[in-house]
């Protein structure tokens, strides 16, 4: 299995207040699906972390910088957005952009 090639992606490092964790996978799944559907987006991943007790990482695979700040931008970020951290003690974002691959060039 491969995953297409984006050249940005967005990260967010997530930590659900106790007993909270199934309410926040669930409003993430939400808010990812939204996000998904916009110009730009590819589909989002969230993943446990297995060395760290309640943390999750997620990850969405942008084609352009400019697809990020239109999702950000959007009318209804802010809103969806606080249907997740509302389940939410820490959340740290990250935009990165590529500069390798393994196998490839960037």
């Known amino acids: 299995m491969h995953a297409p090639d984006y050249p940005v ?12 964790e199934e309410a926040f996978v669930a ?3 939400e808010f990812a699906g939204w996000a998904a559907a916009l110009d730009g987006a ?5 993943a446990r ?4 007790e309640g943390r999750y990482v ?3 695979g942008w ?3 400019e697809a ?4 950000k931008g959007h009318p209804e970020f802010k809103e969806r957005m606080s249907r997740v951290q509302q389940f939410v003690d820490k959340f740290a974002p990250t935009e990165l952009e590529v500069v390798a691959r393994s196998g490839s060039e960037a």
């Open 63 to 65: 084609d352009d910088l």
């Open 27 to 29: 409003a993430w799944k």
């Open 49 to 52: 972390d297995l060395r760290a």
């Open 9 to 20: 992606y967005t990260t967010g490092s997530w930590q659900p207040f106790p007993g909270q």
């Open 42 to 46: 590819g589909d989002g991943i969230l």
């Open 58 to 60: 997620s990850v969405v």
């Open 68 to 71: 990020v700040r239109g999702w």
